[in-house]
């Protein structure tokens, strides 16, 4: 079950694509954060995805707001995923321990052993005010996204 929408975002630290250090809680007081977890880099609709959020990056992603995509796969995968399709926003990996925040954001599937397409938007308080949790094949419209971030 996701978390719930009014409740406190449990904090993370992740490696991005680069290998560096991310926090949720570095962000709060200075960003909102599209949390956006996805299976598997190299599948085709979560490419599918990524892609459409990095069309509209220049909408979702700016001084106000911070869009992370989080995934199961090594920081080596999302890095070449990233390269391969021009994604400019952080890929943060969710591989060891092996999904631990997607079980922490109530995402994961057990029986897959990878999340399921969950969006979180988190405010500059770090508290969750909108959510939308998908199967693994049904995606996501970005446009909710930007709905939801217009509304903060």
């Given at each position: 079950?996701?978390?719930?929408?009014?409740?406190?975002?449990?904090?993370?630290?992740l490696?991005?694509?680069?290998?560096?250090?991310?926090?949720l809680?570095?962000?709060?007081?200075?960003?909102?954060?599209?949390?956006v977890?996805?299976?598997?880099?190299?599948?085709?609709?979560?490419?599918?995805?990524?892609?459409?959020?990095?069309?509209?990056?220049?909408?979702?992603?700016?001084?106000?707001?911070?869009?992370?995509?989080?995934?199961?796969?090594?920081?080596?995968?999302?890095?070449?995923?990233?390269?391969?399709?021009?994604?400019?926003?952080?890929?943060?990996s969710?591989?060891?321990?092996?999904?631990?925040v997607?079980?922490a954001?109530?995402?994961?599937?057990?029986e897959?052993?990878?999340?399921?397409?969950?969006?979180?938007?988190?405010?500059?308080a770090?508290?969750?005010?909108?959510?939308?949790?998908?199967?693994?094949?049904?995606?996501?419209?970005?446009?909710?996204?930007?709905?939801?971030?217009?509304?903060?």
């Amino acid at each position: 079950m996701a978390i719930e929408i009014g409740t406190e975002a449990p904090d993370f630290e992740l490696k991005n694509q680069h290998g560096e250090l991310v926090r949720l809680s570095d962000f709060r007081g200075e960003k909102n954060v599209v949390v956006v977890f996805y299976p598997f880099a190299f599948t085709g609709v979560c490419t599918g995805e990524v892609c459409a959020i990095q069309k509209e990056l220049p909408r979702l992603q700016n001084d106000e707001v911070q869009v992370l995509g989080v995934s199961n796969d090594s920081p080596f995968s999302q890095r070449v995923f990233a390269d391969q399709e021009g994604l400019e926003f952080p890929l943060l990996s969710d591989f060891w321990p092996h999904g631990e925040v997607s079980r922490a954001y109530g995402v994961f599937d057990e029986e897959k052993g990878c999340a399921v397409r969950g969006t979180f938007v988190i405010d500059k308080a770090g508290v969750v005010r909108w959510s939308v949790v998908n199967g693994l094949p049904d995606a996501r419209d970005e446009k909710e996204y930007l709905a939801a971030v217009g509304a903060l």
